[in-house]
């Protein structure tokens, strides 16, 4: 008899990018690799990563530490404005500082995402059918490692804004049958040394 079986979702924004975005620099490298290292011992059966090149190096540096572990390309996983406000959903203090920042994005990343959003929901989270668990990573961006975590919270959708998360950095979310998603994870970084650790605060506050 098919039944259902909880996933674990482990989500993680790719490493230190250089500054054309055409890669990792040579931290965010080390990032991936240190973060693969930590992942030798879960029972990970697949790693997902967007098309975009600082995503794709990521997953191939944290598959290379995994063992048999396929590692695919998908564009849901890729970098895109999941959803897009109306200023009346937004807080009034900072409506204008929201908004002004999404329209930096391209039209391609406003219009295309919200589907891509939903594909995201679809694909990567709830429980899945068969009898065994299954533990799958996402190597993303982190637009949809805030989506994500979002729902997962039953937050609003507007509240994708504001949840920033650093280069490799991990994220666990588990989605058990009968039950909300449970957030085990946010943002941990316990397996980077100090200074590979960004957490958007100037250097000297790095924690």
């Known amino acids: 008899m098919t ?14 990018a250089l500054p054309d975005e055409s890669g990792l620099t040579e931290a965010g490298r080390r990032q991936a690799t240190l973060l693969g290292r930590r992942l030798r011992d879960t029972p990970v059966t697949a790693v997902h990563h967007g098309p975009l090149a600082r995503a794709a190096q990521t997953a191939h540096l944290i ?30 203090e900072s409506a204008d500082h929201y908004l002004g920042f999404l329209a930096a994005a391209s039209a391609e990343e406003r219009e295309r ?5 939903r594909q995201a929901l679809d694909l990567f989270t709830g429980p899945v059918d068969g009898d065994e668990d299954r533990h799958e990573l996402v190597v993303t961006h982190n637009f949809l490692v805030a989506w994500l975590v979002r729902d997962a919270l039953h937050a609003p959708k507007w509240r994708w804004l504001g949840l920033n ?9 588990r989605y058990a049958p009968g039950r909300p998603a449970s957030v085990l994870v946010v ?18 506050e790095h924690v």
């Open 187 to 204: 943002n941990d970084m316990r397996h980077l040394p100090a200074e590979l650790r960004w957490t958007g605060f100037p250097p000297e």
């Open 63 to 92: 598959g290379a530490e995994l063992t048999d572990v396929p590692v695919h390309v998908s564009d849901v996983a890729g970098d895109y404005v999941p959803y897009v406000p109306r200023r009346e959903e937004l807080p009034a």
């Open 165 to 173: 998360h650093g280069n490799a950095a991990l994220t666990v979310i």
């Open 3 to 16: 039944g259902r079986a909880t996933r674990y979702l482990y989500l993680v924004r790719h490493g230190e």
């Open 113 to 117: 995402g919200p589907e891509l959003a």
